[in-house]
């Protein structure tokens, strides 16, 4: 009983993971937009979602006490908005700015969640975040087992719409300004314009996992949304294999598998007094692990195609170069 | 509005300048934002930090040297650390970076540097937990020098070594053949390539370079303010807005561009609060990326 628990809890945690990395997948494996501060968009959803829906506070803004999905929607909102800005900013130049902007933005997101404490309660977070089954909390088996059915319809639901889109007409233009950007644009297709569009929805579908995973746990705090979140979820999509939905959703649940394995087995082999070292310890073996896949596999477990670099010059020798190949 | 921010601002100016040297560097001649850069600082701070600790084991206590807060074993040590800095960033480049460059997918590389910086960030967590250390635990006594401001001969010499840092550095990229293969790389890597520069010799010393004076930064860091595994990455993005702001590939632009992020650093400390000083970096570089995108001393890409 305990064990189906806890596979509930923990398949949960890894569809709103999964969830994350699908908005990354949209972003980098479908369009090449390179976001290393997604921790930050995660937190705005969250945070969203939280002042959107928890009852009124006197000591922060807000606490409007409304309903869930309202929260939720508002979350993919701020988000999207965003994302929209900063890849407003930064898209027309060089894609390493994107990188550094977005790193720039989760290093902002944190430093308002620590100090803004009329908006979002500083360092102590925000807590008694509603949750869609609450009133089910005595019996802990059906309240996990509830929560994992709405995230998995959510998880399901956002990977049905993103491989349509990857499918439609939208999805054709991102991939061929991904593949060729020139003779996409010479089509008349804005590039800039349609990657604003993609980071938008990227970032969107990132605010939404974090409005999920605020009311999971029903309390959230500025140190959910730290570095180490970008990183793990970068993990999961190139294990999965970036530019395949089904390779996010999988690699999400396996890393998340591996991460919580490996922390379960540091808590039981190290003492106490140790155990922040062997954390740091997991942390240096995961990133060693990405930098592996990068070097021996860059495609991960479902990646289907090599990809090609878009910009620059090294772009413009890689198309002489398969030119003259042809 | 005491004048004091501006010694403090030049002093933060002065690490965020030499870090961004690096930073600048690589971008230019190897064509990636190396994310990895801040790691080296605390990689070479922690190093210098052990080899004093050996010197001090095998000779015993050293006065400081006058007024300073420490002796020579500090400089030797830091000579050993630069050098330490620059073999990692070596040695980084030759099992990760080089393999990758040669596939010709730059932002994989970036995002290598990434996972790279999370790894190296966590074994020196690891190796020496997440608690500050210091170089002295000492006071110093800061002297006034009018108008309000205060200095302590720390912050004089280090000041000092820097202005002498940057001006060698500056002199090697433009006074001598490996600096002006430096820049013929970074303006067009295929002509130069053609011309018969050795481009390999020519990373080798952008690394070395740019390691070398993440050491000198990071122990900067720890003689003013506090040795700790994450004093690097915090720096990163004041690095990146300094080097943007100079123009990327630009060694007088990224000291400048440091200073001015230092300087304005300062000044929010003062005049907002010590908290948000995270966010003057950022919103310098959204600043410049609106408005002059190529920076103060950048060329257009051609």
């Known amino acids: 009983m305990d064990l189906l628990g806890y596979g509930a809890f923990f398949l949960t945690t890894a569809l709103i993971f999964s969830l994350v990395t699908l908005g990354l997948n949209l972003q980098w494996g479908l369009t090449g937009l390179f976001n290393v501060g997604l921790a930050g968009f995660v937190a705005i959803g969250a945070y969203t979602s939280a002042l959107l829906t928890t009852p009124d506070d006197v000591a922060r803004l807000g606490g409007f006490d409304l309903p869930i999905v309202v929260g939720w929607l508002g979350a993919m909102a701020v988000g999207g908005i965003a994302a929209a800005l900063t890849g407003m900013a930064t898209l027309r ?156 959703v999988i690699g999400s649940i396996l890393v998340w598998a591996i991460w919580a394995g490996s922390g379960t087995l540091t808590s039981v082999l190290f003492p106490p007094e140790q155990q922040a070292r062997a954390a740091a310890l997991q942390i240096a073996a995961i990133g060693v692990m990405l930098c592996v896949i990068l070097l021996i596999r860059p495609n991960g477990l479902f990646g289907d195609r090599p990809r090609r670099p878009w910009f620059g010059k090294r772009a413009k020798a890689a198309a002489a170069k398969s030119n003259s190949q042809s | 509005m005491s004048l004091q921010f501006i010694v403090d601002g030049l002093l933060t100016g002065s690490m965020i300048g030499l870090g961004a040297i690096g930073v600048t560097l690589t971008y230019s001649i190897l064509r990636f934002s190396n994310f990895a850069h801040g790691d080296f600082m605390a990689w070479g701070t922690y190093a210098t930090l052990a080899v004093v600790s050996a010197i001090g084991a095998m000779v015993g206590k050293v006065a400081p040297i006058g007024p300073l807060s420490f002796g020579w074993p500090l400089i030797v040590a830091l000579v050993i650390g630069m ?67 205060r200095i302590t001969p720390d912050q004089i010499t280090l000041l000092l070594l820097t202005a002498v840092l940057v001006l060698g550095v500056h002199l090697l990229m433009t006074r001598t053949q490996t600096g002006r293969s430096m820049q013929a790389l970074s303006q067009n890597a295929a002509l130069a390539r053609i011309v018969g520069i050795d481009v390999a010799s020519v990373v080798r010393v952008t690394w070395i370079i740019g390691g070398a004076l993440a050491c000198v930064a990071g122990v900067m860091i720890g003689i003013l303010v506090q040795i700790r595994p994450f004093m690097g990455f915090d720096m990163l993005l004041p690095m990146f807005a300094a080097a943007i702001l100079g123009g990327i590939g630009s060694i007088p632009g990224a000291v400048l561009g440091g200073l ?40 257009r890409e051609r």
Not at chain 1, 133 to 148: R, V
Not at chain 1, 240 to 245: A, C, E, K, P, T
């Open chain 2, 260 to 299: 001015i992020i230092g300087l304005a650093e300062a000044g929010a400390v003062q005049l907002i609060g010590a908290e948000w000083r995270a966010a003057v970096s950022f919103i310098i570089l959204m600043a410049v990326l609106f408005v002059r995108p190529i920076g103060l001393f950048g060329v």
């Open chain 1, 93 to 248: 130049l060089r894609s390493d700015y994107l990188a550094i902007t977005t790193f720039g933005v989760a290093v902002v997101v944190q430093l308002v969640a620590l100090n803004a404490q009329r908006l979002t309660g500083g360092p102590f977070g925000i807590g008694f975040i509603p949750r869609p089954f609450g009133s089910l909390a005595e019996t802990p088996l059906l309240f996990n087992l509830s929560n994992l059915a709405v995230v998995c319809a959510v998880t399901l639901i956002a990977y049905l719409a993103l491989e349509h889109l990857s499918r439609s007409p939208w999805g054709r233009v991102l991939k061929a300004l991904r593949e060729d950007e020139r003779a996409a644009i010479s089509l008349g297709k804005s590039a800039r314009f349609y990657r604003v569009q993609a980071f938008a929805v990227g970032g969107a579908i990132m605010a939404l996992a974090g409005a999920l995973q605020a009311h999971f746990t029903g309390f959230i705090a500025p140190d959910n949304y730290l570095p180490i979140l970008t990183f793990q979820v970068w993990v999961m999509l190139i294990v999965g294999g970036s530019g395949s939905n089904l390779g996010a």
């Open chain 2, 83 to 149: 050098a330490f800095t620059a073999l990692l960033a070596l040695l980084l480049d030759k099992v990760l970076f080089a393999r990758l460059r040669s596939q010709g997918q730059a932002i994989i590389v970036v995002m290598a540097s990434f996972g790279a910086s999370m790894a190296l960030r966590s074994l020196l967590e690891f190796t020496f937990t997440s608690r500050p250390t210091y170089f002295s635990r000492a006071i110093q006594i800061a002297m006034p020098v009018g108008f309000g401001i």
